[in-house]
């Protein structure tokens, strides 16, 4: 048990840094319940990226002029700041792209063209996101490679022993990620890595969901590949990062051709640039890259431990309160959760729900959450889902449960 408690969290404080929950939504205030879709942007990172366009805008890497300067500066400062954040052995080891989605499509069609072939497998879990399932699927069809799905029990937690029993010399890759979007489910990240590495095959995290809730440490996780996106981190859209370890990212061909990838070009033939360069092709989201650093500094001011401490306590005082609305299913029961909670309520169908809930102010998702092999293995459309951000509160949490049981009523 951790020994923080809410004190350590000053949630008028925190609230202060987000404009966007001061609002009434349909006549009655926001309660944002949607953190695992996006997270709310904190007033830093929008402060960074207006000054960014009223100062500095100005392309990055190509030009001497004094804004060009600037911009270039700030670019790089954040990559700096994730290589501290996650702590990568070097900077030059991440690599910008526009979120998780197209960092998996990197590594899924670069990486894969080259080091994958005819009867190699790629090792993804029944919970992942199609984002860590299509890119594969289309590595496999371009390269003859087969996926294996590694499966899991009704709580929503890997069956460790199946991956084992799945694991062999023909593995080339797992791919898996760190926190499950749908149920929450945190899997054991460096268990799987380990026994990944023990069979000679190379790792990629998805920890989209992780980022902002679990300290990230590469190097102790000891992963070959790993993303994220800043959008669920209170930062930007359109911005995420690869991180790639020196060597792999080396070995692996470039993603996308154009300007900034290459070091000399000639109609008979171009030589690419060095990493992380050589998979940044063409003007990147500049003014988003600059302002996802005050989203890390944002996080690591509280603290990934009195986030996840705070995140904790709302998903227990959550989950007792809904276990007393009759009705009420969770949808994944996983040991080890993030503050994700999927449910079902008896008689009322997800999507219903959810609108009447936005009714009262209150934003979740419905649906299948990009997990479409999950809800076929659970047996079910969809779910409600209702995802805590460290901004959010029992007080909305107690707003919530009474709005849930008065829909429930109805519904008898
Ligand atoms: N992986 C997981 C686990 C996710 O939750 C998401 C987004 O919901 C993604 C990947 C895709 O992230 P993005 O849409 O930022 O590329």
Not at 352 to 380: E, S, W, Y
């Amino acid at each position: 048990m951790s020994a923080i408690t809410t004190t350590a969290i000053d949630i008028a404080k925190i609230r202060a840094q987000f404009p966007v929950l001061d609002q009434e939504v349909n006549g009655k205030p926001l309660i944002y319940f949607d953190n695992a879709a996006t997270s709310q942007t904190a007033k830093n990172v929008v402060d960074a990226l207006v000054e960014f366009y009223e100062k500095d805008h100005a392309n990055i890497h190509r030009g001497i002029h004094t804004l060009a300067e600037r911009s270039t500066k700030a670019f790089e400062a954040t990559r700096e700041r994730v290589h501290r954040f996650i702590n990568s052995e070097e900077a030059d080891e991440i690599i910008f792209t526009k979120g998780t989605t197209e960092s998996i499509n990197l590594v899924a069609q670069s990486w894969g063209s080259k080091f994958l072939k005819k009867g190699d497998e790629i090792l993804i879990s029944q919970l992942e996101h199609h984002s860590n399932i299509v890119p594969w699927q289309l590595a496999a069809e371009r390269t003859g490679a087969i996926i294996k799905v590694i499966p899991i029990n009704a709580k929503g937690e890997i069956l460790m022993d199946e991956y084992k029993r799945l694991l062999s010399a023909k593995t080339k890759v797992v791919a898996v990620n760190y926190v499950s979007n749908s149920l929450g489910t945190i899997n054991p990240i460096k268990e799987i890595i380990d026994l990944a590495i023990a069979h000679g095959a190379t790792t990629m995290i998805d920890a989209a969901q992780a980022a902002p809730h679990v300290k990230l440490d590469v190097q102790e996780l000891n992963c070959d590949f790993l993303a994220l996106s800043s959008h669920k981190m209170y930062g930007p859209t359109g911005v995420g990062i690869l991180y790639g370890r020196r060597d792999i990212l080396e070995a692996t061909p470039p993603y996308q051709g154009g300007g900034e990838m290459i070091k000399d070009v000639s109609f008979s033939g171009t030589t690419f640039n060095d990493i992380p360069y050589k998979f940044e092709a063409g003007t990147p989201n500049i003014g988003e890259v600059i302002a996802f650093k005050y989203a890390m500094d944002f996080i690591d001011d509280i603290g990934h431990e009195n986030i996840q401490a705070y995140e904790n306590e709302l998903l227990e005082y959550a989950m007792d309160k809904l276990q007393q609305i009759p009705g009420f299913t969770p949808i994944g029961t996983a040991d080890n959760k993030a503050s994700v909670i999927s449910f079902l309520m008896q008689n009322v169908h997800p999507y219903d729900l959810g609108q009447l809930l936005d009714v009262k102010g209150i934003a979740v998702r419905t649906g299948h959450h990009c997990t479409q092999p999950l809800m076929d293995f659970l047996k079910i459309d969809g779910t409600v889902r209702a995802s805590f951000a460290v901004y959010n509160t029992k007080e909305e949490i107690d707003i919530f449960c009474d709005a849930l049981q008065k829909i429930v009523e109805r519904f008898k």
